[in-house]
Structures are given as C-alpha cells and as structure tokens.
C-alpha cells in the first residue's frame, strides 16, 4: 500500500488508516443509520474517498476527528436519502395502486421498458455486462468483480457510469427517471 505522506503523519500507510479506524467508523454509521448494510457501504466510501483524496489529508492535524465528521455527515445524508426515497416510493405506489387499470399507464410503462432497454442496448460491452449482471441477475458488486475478475471499485464505477447514461438517455427522451423506473420494476438506484 502506498502511503498517505501526510505532513503531520509521515509515512501513515492506508491500511494502517484502515485498520486502525473502520471499526470505528463502522460502529459510528450503524448507531445512526442502524443497518448493517448502510455501515458496511457507508464504510466502503468513506475509506475509498479517503483513498482518493490523500492531497486533502495533508494538512489535517486531528484525523480521528475529520475521519468522525466524515463518518457523519454521510450517514446523516444516508438517512436524508432514505428518507426522501421513502416518501417518493410509498407516493408513486399510491398512484400505481390508484390508476393500476389504466390502459394508457400501461402503455407508458412499456415504452418506459423499452427506453431503458434501448439505453442499456447502447452501453458498451463492459458496461452493458456489468449492469446485467447487477441489475437483471441480482449479484452484488463482489459476486460481479469475482464473475468478471475486475475489481469491486471498477464494478461500481461500471455500474454508476452505466446508471447515469440511462438517466440521461430516458430524461432526453421525455421521461423523469426515478418515476420510468420505479414503475417499470427496473430500480436502478
């Protein structure tokens, strides 16, 4: 592992960053969100931005304490996120329920379909392989990495770059999103 070369921590590898502040952190995010999934991804991102911005680091002088404001904020914007999904699902359920019958949402939800796969028939192989593999056979990112022998991180950033065209494809297309897929049963977020 390449070292953090931080001015106030000469030589402070990643991994002795890691270990000795993911339990920490871990304990930290589940006391707030209380799930172990969000602390064992929340986790992730917190180590993974830390890993990518090292130049950041360098003038910190406390880095237990900007390692615990850190931990903060993303659970406390986990629980925003969450939140917020909540209540845009539990909303569009409501109309689903309502207008279940309705030949005319029918027929959007499957030009929605058909956009989406459209999108995703645009993706390169990789990408478009990626998704699949998440998105259509359920595997989490380590079950993909393992399948594809790349690693976890390249599957994520996959996955998001392959997110992202999609939203983009469907919004020039006409379509909000978050509504085109929570009704097509494709949830891509």
């Avoid at 969000?38 to 002088?61: G, H, S």
């Avoid at 939140?83 to 030949?103: F, G, I, K, P, Q």
Wanted: overall charge neutral.
């Amino acid at each position: 592992m390449r070292g953090f070369n931080l001015k106030r921590h000469p030589g402070l590898t990643f991994e002795e960053v890691f270990d000795a502040y993911k339990q920490q952190v871990y304990t930290q995010v589940y006391a707030i969100a209380k799930s172990h999934y969000a602390a064992e991804e929340i986790t992730q991102e917190i180590f993974i931005k830390l890993w990518m911005n090292e130049d950041a680091l360098k003038d910190v002088t406390n880095l237990g304490g900007y390692i615990y404001t850190i931990t903060r904020n993303y659970a406390l914007n986990y629980l925003r996120k969450a939140a917020s999904d909540t209540r845009l699902v539990n909303e569009l359920m409501r109309v689903a329920v309502t207008d279940h019958n309705n030949t005319e949402a029918s027929m959007a939800i499957s030009e929605c379909k058909q956009l989406i796969s459209t999108a995703v028939n645009n993706l390169s192989p990789q990408r478009q392989l990626v998704y699949k593999l998440s998105k259509e056979d359920g595997l989490n990112y380590d079950e993909i990495a393992e399948h594809l022998n790349l690693s976890k991180h390249t599957v994520k950033n996959h996955l998001m770059a392959a997110l992202s065209f999609i939203n983009t494809y469907l919004s020039k297309n006409g379509v909000n999103p978050t509504i085109a897929l929570i009704f097509s049963g494709i949830l891509l977020f």
